[in-house]
């Protein structure tokens, strides 16, 4: 079966870190490329990051730059996100998404959406 299983959100202080994980299964991982998306209460869908099938072009939204990084690990079929001085502000569940277009993924759309992880940060 074709599925993204995240993992990794938790409750954190602000100033802290946390690693999110997107298990891939089911399809060709290195096909795709793989976005973090979040979503908090109330608002619309974000895209945080992506990272292209082989993991030589990454993105990153404005609000994540120097605080996030988005890797990948093809012996694992796993993308990571390693998210450091976290904020109130990233308060969201987070989604992984995988496409085998970037572009699509960079215009929000995906073919394959995990279920999400919450990442609750608090002061």
């Known amino acids: 079966e074709v599925q993204l299983v995240e993992s990794g959100g938790g409750l954190v202080q602000a100033g802290g870190s946390l690693r999110l994980s997107c298990a891939a299964s089911?399809?060709?991982?290195?096909?795709?490329?793989i976005g973090w998306f979040r979503q908090a209460p109330g608002k619309e869908r974000e895209g945080v990051s992506c990272i292209s099938n082989s993991g030589a072009s990454t993105y990153y939204a404005d609000s994540v730059k120097g605080r996030f990084t988005i890797s990948r690990d093809s012996a694992k079929n796993t993308v990571y996100l390693q998210m450091n001085s976290l904020k109130h502000e990233d308060t969201a569940v987070y989604y992984c998404?995988?496409?085998?277009?970037?572009?699509?993924?960079?215009?929000?759309?995906?073919?394959?959406w995990g279920l999400g992880t919450l990442v609750t940060v608090s002061s």
């Open positions: 089911g399809f060709t991982f290195d096909s795709y490329a």
């Open positions: 998404g995988a496409d085998h277009n970037i572009k699509a993924i960079v215009a929000g759309m995906v073919e394959i």
